[in-house]
């Protein structure tokens, strides 16, 4: 217990105190409530303490209590009615300010009863409040009360509050004590007594939280369908790790307590507006793992930038995930849609929807007439239902059906595999001899299934050569990118310059394997055509990997002729690839004073950029707004570009980064640079 001193000097420090108090910089403030809320709800008083001098044999002790039920007060009492107190004799209550934590501002409702009698060679000294911070009551002195005349008593009623803001405190401190400095004998016997109903301690927490992510389908590189949850594990040496956020393209969608301590780490006051009022003074977790989850069947398809921030109990926050998603909630295909029925012309096909995960609202039939290998596809006029009856147009091709699935996050196509070659009236499913099956004379040919420079494998061999086991006419091929995880996907993103693997399989009418069998491949830049390129062979089975080399965003598909003598091309499913740019940025300085000027710079590394250069757009962050655009740039035909910008604000932390849109002409994906961030004092 502090040494009580003079009147005088008591108001000199009061004084000096409440003169000097230097605000905190950056770092949040939340409210710790004892014994009650505002409001009435009970809280406890967790985080005081309670002390007192070394008792003397034949005087007075004290006592105290604690708030421990709804209704009760902390209070600090000499109630003797025989014994004294003896001079110098103190109870205190104390609050100590977490690690990490400082006082910022206190409220205390209290009330006092102190006594000042005088009892001829028994007692003449008063009975003293005093409120102080830190551990010296004589420098850090808030509040003092006593009788203001020998024999009186001086009572102060609830409601009666002292309070005070703009500390940097460490500890605050209630005492009740028998005054030393003035009379020769004790206190008492008279009953004293100071009383706390309800308290508001404001803590700063100074130093922000730390985390990451860790798992979860929004960690991962696929496309995220439905709930998709993230994980992450934050730290905190202050008021403990409060609430998880997450934001989409800069509109928060949730925030959440991480975990809720067995119900500390809970706004006790939630009707105010003020999330950060807890009955503790470390009300939630130093150390703690959870999750987060985002509906994505809320947004659009397509890209979304996602952040997760975490948050202390005094509101610092840390940035612990950031990165674009792709949300994919349309249908998709897992059964292909299959025709039924006889392929004659005068007869009707029908086509079953197949199976869809996504739980389709409806379904759009289109209806396509090909040539007799079953490629070269063209919609027929006027064909849209789930059943078509075939006409005389129809005789010697085959028809296929694309079904178009849709719900409120979009639709996707699935085709069924071609029909039988369609039979005449006759019977016949080959033109007699002299009659064309489609073009007619003087048609312009096109390439097998429009790709450029396709030529079949086995074309130099004389003969009927089948190509591979089982060869056939109804061949299947599927592709797929192989996932590092072992799945599969027929849509990825990946960075500029690494190889991707696609495995397949080539299957006939029954689903067995193809297997020796010699397949091509092509592949479509966004823009262009399709280009024929190097292929594979199948394994025994039908089975093959292929390695697609580093270059521009792509379409990827496989070509099969069943035999050497085939003009009629069959053809895979196509697979995407987006690839990212490389996209930098720079600053030519870190520190920025004085002019507050900094030259911003970047380039673009992606190669065939237009004459014309590309737009960047630059994106700018600061503390408590996040990433907001403020210019867009053009390149060089380099990809080189430069720019200055001046800081409004004198001081502070600020980042940069570059976003580089899809551009025609620059077969790329949406790209993002990584952050750099230059201080400003």
């Not at 009698?117 to 009975?127: E, G, K, M």
Request: glycine share 14%; charged share 15%; aromatic share 8%.
């Amino acid at each position: 217990m502090p040494t009580f001193r003079t009147a005088l000097a008591v108001t000199l420090t009061l004084a000096a105190v409440l003169l000097i108090r230097a605000p905190l910089a950056i770092a949040g403030t939340y409210t710790v409530h004892t014994c009650q809320t505002p409001t009435g709800t009970w809280t406890g008083n967790d985080g005081w303490t309670s002390a007192t001098s070394a008792p003397t044999p034949g005087y007075e002790a004290g006592s105290n209590s604690s708030c421990g039920a709804p209704g009760s007060r902390l209070t600090l009492r000499f109630d003797s009615p025989t014994l004294t107190t003896r001079a110098g004799s103190w109870l205190s209550l104390d609050f100590l300010a977490p690690a990490g934590t400082v006082i910022r501002s206190f409220v205390l409702n209290r009330s006092f009863s102190l006594g000042w009698p005088v009892v001829a060679d028994l007692a003449d000294r008063p009975y003293l409040l005093q409120v102080w911070h830190g551990d010296d009551a004589n420098t850090g002195l808030l509040d003092v009360k006593k009788p203001i005349q020998a024999g009186q008593s001086l009572v102060q009623a609830l409601p009666s509050a002292v309070s005070g803001d703009r500390g940097s405190w460490r500890s605050l401190h209630v005492g009740l004590a028998c005054w030393v400095l003035t009379g020769n004998l004790d206190c008492g016997p008279f009953p004293a007594e100071v009383a706390i109903s309800r308290a508001q301690i404001g803590l700063t927490d100074v130093a922000g939280p730390n985390g990451s992510a860790t798992g979860g389908a929004l960690a991962g590189s696929q496309p995220v369908r439905g709930l998709a949850s993230l994980a992450v594990h934050a730290s905190d040496t202050g008021g403990g790790v409060y609430r998880v956020a997450l934001t989409v393209d800069e509109q928060e969608v949730v925030r959440k307590v991480l975990d809720d301590d067995g119900g500390s780490c809970a706004d006790v006051e939630p009707g105010n507006g003020d999330a950060y009022e807890f009955g503790s003074p470390t009300p939630c977790p130093l150390d703690v793992d959870g999750s987060v989850q985002l509906d994505s069947s809320t947004l659009r398809d397509g890209p979304h930038v996602v952040r997760a921030t975490v948050e202390d109990a005094g509101g610092n926050e840390a940035v612990v995930y950031e990165r674009t998603v792709v949300t994919h909630n349309a249908p998709i295909n897992e059964d292909a849609p299959t025709l039924s029925g006889d392929a004659y012309v005068g007869s009707q096909l029908t086509v079953a929807a197949g199976q869809w995960d996504g739980s389709p609202s409806g379904y759009d039939y289109r209806w396509l007439r090909c040539d007799a290998g079953g490629s070269a596809c063209a919609p027929i006029a006027g064909a849209s239902g789930a059943g078509y009856t075939l006409t005389a147009s129809d005789a010697y091709h085959r028809v296929r059906v694309e079904v178009t699935a849709a719900n409120g996050s979009g639709a996707a196509v699935a085709g069924s595999a071609p029909s039988d070659l369609v039979a005449d009236v006759a019977g016949r499913t080959v033109p007699p001899l002299g009659q064309d099956a489609g073009g007619g004379a003087g048609a312009t040919p096109r390439p097998p299934g429009g790709i450029d420079g396709i030529v079949n494998p086995l074309a130099q061999l004389p003969g009927h050569v089948a190509n591979g086991a089982d060869a056939t006419v109804h061949a299947r091929i599927t592709v797929a990118f192989q996932r590092g995880d072992g799945g599969t996907v027929r849509r990825v993103q990946a960075p500029q310059g690494r190889p991707l693997t696609i495995v397949g399989r080539l299957t006939d009418a029954s689903g067995a394997g193809v297997g020796g069998a010699e397949l091509g491949a092509a592949w479509r830049v966004p823009g262009r055509g399709w280009v024929a390129r190097p292929g594979v062979r199948t394994a025994s089975d039908g089975r093959f990997v292929y390695v697609l080399p580093p270059g521009p965003s792509r379409d990827v598909r496989f070509t099969y002729f069943a035999f050497s003598d085939s003009r009629a091309v069959e053809l895979s499913n196509v697979v995407h690839v987006d690839v990212l740019a490389e996209l930098a940025i720079r600053a030519d300085r870190r520190h920025v004073t004085g002019a507050r000027v900094v030259r911003l710079s970047g380039s673009v590394d992606g190669g065939a950029i237009p004459r014309a250069g590309l737009l960047v757009t630059l994106q700018g962050w600061q503390r408590g707004w996040g990433w907001k655009t403020f210019r867009a740039v053009r390149t060089d035909s380099h990809g080189r570009w430069s720019t200055r910008y001046r800081f409004r604000l004198s001081r502070g932390r600020f980042g940069f980064r570059a976003l580089l849109p899809h551009q025609g002409g620059f077969p790329f994906a949406t790209s993002r640079s990584s952050g750099v961030y230059v201080v400003v004092s």
